[in-house]
């Protein structure tokens, strides 16, 4: 069974930055594809960022492109979200999500962590 914890949330100021960690436990890693989300108050959850495990291809929402990076490390079995430049818009609870390979790909997700931006 995959599980995920996140931390690194909290209060920033427009500006700043924070990183987000993903400390990843349980499956076989290899052909995971690991993804940040983010819910707003009164929002749907929306994608934000994405890794392959195996290979670190990467893609992003065009809301973030060129301040956020996501990375992992394969020996500490963590993902990570680094922002940048953070925006009011950017606050939101965070989550971390695995999709597993296969032939029938399964999704698990983190608890979430908050991030808030002050103007």
């Known amino acids: 069974q995959v599980q995920l914890v996140e931390s690194g949330g909290g209060l920033v100021q427009a500006g700043g930055s924070l990183r987000l960690s993903c400390a990843v436990s349980?499956?076989?890693?290899?052909?995971?594809?690991m993804g940040w989300f983010r819910q707003a108050p009164g929002k749907e959850r929306e994608f934000v960022a994405s890794i392959r495990w195996g290979g670190g291809t990467t893609t992003y929402s065009d809301s973030v492109k060129g301040r956020f990076a996501i990375s992992r490390d394969i020996y500490k079995d963590m993902v990570y979200l680094q922002m940048n430049n953070l925006k009011p818009e950017d606050t939101a609870v965070y989550y971390c999500?695995?999709?597993?390979?296969?032939?029938?790909?399964?999704?698990?997700w983190g608890q979430g962590t908050q991030v808030i931006v002050s103007p």
């Open positions: 349980g499956g076989t890693f290899s052909d995971f594809t």
């Open positions: 999500k695995c999709r597993s390979g296969g032939v029938v790909p399964l999704d698990y």
